[in-house]
C-alpha cells in the first residue's frame, strides 16, 4: 500500500480523481490505528474470510447435494441420450478433431455467444429505441442513444481483445486442457450431479480471481495504466464488459471463468456451458437496464458510476470485506432484486439527490 505522501503524489498527477486514493488512504490510517501491523492483519483476515465462505458453502453444498440433485438427476438421466446426440452431432461437425473443436470451436462458440446476446442490447442502445424498453434504463439519462465513435473505439478493443488475444489464449488453453485430461468425446459427458458441482466450484474460483485481481487493478498506482480504460463507461452498456485494456482482459476477463474447468478437468461441453452462461452474465451485469426477470445489475452499474464499491461478481467478497458497505445504503441496492412485475424499478425506488450526494460523501469518510 501507497505511503500517505505518495498518494497524495499520485492524486496530484493523476488526469482524474479516483475515490479509490481516497478510500486507500483512510483505510489506511484507520487500520494504522487499529494495529501496529496492518497488513498483516488485513491479510489475514483476507484469509479467514475467504477460507470461510469456501469452506461454508461446500459444507451448504455437500449437505444439501443429494436431496435436490437427485431429483434433477432423474431428469438429466431421462434427457441423457438426447445430450449426448447433441454433443455428437457437434463433435461431427468439426470432424471429430480434437485440435479443430477444442481451439476454433471454442472461440467461435464464445464469440457467437458474446455477439449474440450483445446484438439484442445494441439495437436498443444504437436507436434509443423503443421507449418501452428504455424505461428500464438504470442511468437514466446515460448513453441513450450511444454515441457513435464512442461505440466504435469499444467495439475495436473488443474485436481485438477476441481475436489477436483470443486466438493465442485458446491455443495454450488447449494445451493445457489436454494435459488436464479434459475429454470431447460424447460417452465421456458427466452427470446432471458432477456438471451442478463444476457450476459452483467454476462461479467461486472467478469470485476469487476476479475480486482481487479487480481490486488490484484499482490500486491507485496501475489504475491510471489498465483498468481505466474499462471505466471510460460510467454508464456501460453490453460489450463494454470485455472493453478492457489486454492485460485486464487476459488476468480478469479470461483467466478466472477459465481455471474453473483447467481445475476440474471438465469436458468440453461443460466448459462451452460454463463460458456461456459467464458470457451472458457479465453482459447482463454491463448492460445498463435492469429488465423483469434477469439478473440484477445494479451492483456492477454501481461499481461503474461510483469506482470504489461492489468489485465482485457474486458480492459474497464485497461482503465480507465491506467494499459493499456504501453501496447497501442506497437506492440502487433496494432496487438491486429480481423484477417480477413490469413497472421500472426506477420509478419504484427513484434515487434522490439528496441521496446521491450523501452517498459520495459516505464513500469518502469510509
Ligand atoms: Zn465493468
Ligand atoms: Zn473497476
Known amino acids: 500500500m501507497a505511503m500517505p505522501s505518495e498518494i497524495m503524489k499520485t492524486t496530484t498527477e493523476r488526469e482524474d480523481k479516483h475515490p479509490e486514493v481516497v478510500s486507500s488512504e483512510i483505510m489506511k490510517a484507520s487500520a494504522q490505528s487499529q494495529s501496529k501491523h496492518p497488513k498483516v492483519v488485513h491479510l489475514l483476515d483476507s ?10 458453502a461446500l459444507l451448504v453444498f455437500a449437505a444439501a447435494r443429494n436431496s435436490i440433485t437427485w431429483h434433477l438427476q432423474q431428469f438429466w438421466g431421462a434427457s441423457g441420450d438426447f445430450w ?5 452431432f457437434i463433435y461431427q461437425l468439426f470432424g471429430e478433431d480434437d485440435v479443430f473443436i477444442g481451439i476454433w470451436g471454442t472461440l467461435g462458440f464464445t464469440t457467437a455467444v458474446f ?3 450483445n446484438l439484442l442490447f445494441l439495437l436498443i442502445d444504437i436507436t434509443g429505441k423503443p421507449a418501452a424498453l428504455i424505461k428500464y434504463k438504470i442511468q437514466q439519462d446515460k448513453n441513450i442513444p450511444v ?3 464512442k461505440l466504435m473505439k469499444a467495439v475495436q478493443q473488443v474485436l481485438f ?5 483470443g486466438i493465442p489464449f485458446s491455443y495454450v488453453a488447449y494445451q493445457v486442457m489436454q494435459w488436464r485430461g479434459c475429454s470431447h468425446k460424447a460417452e465421456d459427458l458427466p452427470t446432471f450431479q458432477w456438471v451442478l458441482l463444476e457450476m459452483f466450484v467454476f462461479s467461486l474460483v472467478e469470485e476469487i480471481c476476479f475480486y482481487y485481481t479487480h481490486r488490484l487493478f484499482h490500486h491507485p498506482r496501475v489504475y491510471k495504466y489498465i483498468h481505466k480504460r474499462h471505466h471510460e463507461w460510467t454508464a456501460p452498456i453490453g460489450l463494454v464488459s470485455i472493453y478492457a485494456h489486454p492485460v485486464e482482459h487476459i488476468l480478469s476477463n479470461i483467466l478466472p471463468p477459465t481455471l474453473g474447468p483447467v481445475l476440474m478437468g471438465s469436458h468440453l461441453a461443460t466448459s462451452w456451458m460454463w463460458f456461456g452462461v459467464a458470457l451472458i452474465s457479465t453482459t447482463v451485469a454491463h448492460c445498463g437496464y435492469h ?8 451492483a ?6 461510483k469506482f470504489n464499491q461492489n468489485y465482485g461478481v457474486l458480492g459474497i467478497l464485497d461482503r465480507l470485506h465491506g467494499t459493499d458497505e456504501v453501496f447497501r445504503t442506497t437506492k440502487a441496492y433496494q432496487r438491486h432484486i429480481l423484477l417480477l412485475g413490469l413497472s421500472p424499478l426506477t420509478q419504484q425506488i427513484p434515487d434522490d439527490t439528496k441521496d446521491k450526494k ?3 460523501s459516505k464513500g469518502k469518510l469510509e
Do not use: Y
Open 115 to 117: 455477439w449474440l446476446a
Open 300 to 305: 456492477h452499474d454501481f461499481h461503474h458510476l
Open 84 to 88: 449426448q446426440r447433441q454433443w455428437t
Open 358 to 360: 450523501s452517498n459520495i
Open 47 to 56: 484469509v479467514k474470510k475467504t477460507a470461510f465462505v469456501v469452506g461454508t
Open 147 to 149: 454515441p457513435f465513435p
Open 161 to 165: 481483445n477476441q481475436i489477436i488475444l
Open 291 to 298: 429488465f423483469p426477470l434477469i439478473p440484477s445489475p445494479e
